[in-house]
């Protein structure tokens, strides 16, 4: 009589852990360490085609995470020669410190540009933790509205709802109907914040109350 071995698969269990590596295959876990080493050997080399190509690759959670786990001479040379390849909500989700330590290895232009395309809150977050010398190099790059915006944000004390809240929203007069508030949206789109979450209908006395989200 044959022994059944308790160390056999079942056609069940197979069936599962080939789904599993069919997933894994489709959706790779983050960042591995050989990723990093061919990374930097491509940066060490010169071989700026092969950092670009990998870099493209890279979301922004695994690009932070190559910007965390790198060494540090190869950040600063990562950072310096390809920082506008990076997209900008990889800076966000960098610790304050390491986020301190990548956009201080950069260009004041290049930071701006990062700036630029983050909403508020997100902006306010990148600059804070850098030295008051360095926020006014790259302030004074950035547009004449995100510079108030920027301004009056780091004017507030640390943790402050002025300083965390979101500054990008829309005002309209309380008379308007839905109908026209959407073609104004349309219409306007090009001034408009790129994204918002509230839409204020002011009234005459000068006060306002959220109408939507």
Do not use: C
């Amino acid at each position: 009589m044959r022994m059944s071995n308790a160390s056999e698969k079942t056609p069940e269990t197979l069936l599962e852990e080939a789904q599993k590596a069919f997933q894994e295959e489709l959706d790779p876990v983050g960042l591995s360490d050989n990723d990093i080493v061919e990374i930097q050997d491509a940066l060490q080399s010169g071989y700026e085609d092969a950092v670009v190509e990998s870099l493209a690759e890279l979301g922004p959670a695994d690009a932070a995470e190559l910007i965390s786990k790198i060494k540090d001479e190869e950040r600063e040379l990562l950072l310096k020669d390809h920082g506008a390849a990076f997209e900008p909500y990889t800076f966000v989700e960098l610790d304050p410190e390491m986020r301190r330590i990548a956009l201080e290895n950069m260009e004041p232009t290049q930071v701006a540009a990062i700036i630029s395309e983050l909403d508020s809150d997100d902006a306010l977050e990148l600059i804070e933790p850098l030295s008051d010398e360095f926020q006014q190099q790259i302030i004074k790059k950035l547009s004449a509205k995100l510079r108030l915006t920027l301004e009056e944000g780091l004017s507030f004390p640390e943790e402050s709802a002025g300083r965390l809240m979101q500054r990008e929203f829309v005002a309209i007069p309380e008379f308007w109907t839905v109908g026209k508030t959407i073609d104004y949206l349309r219409a306007a789109s090009h001034e408009l914040p790129e994204s918002f979450f509230d839409i204020f209908a002011s009234v005459r006395v000068g006060l306002s109350m959220t109408v939507g989200t």
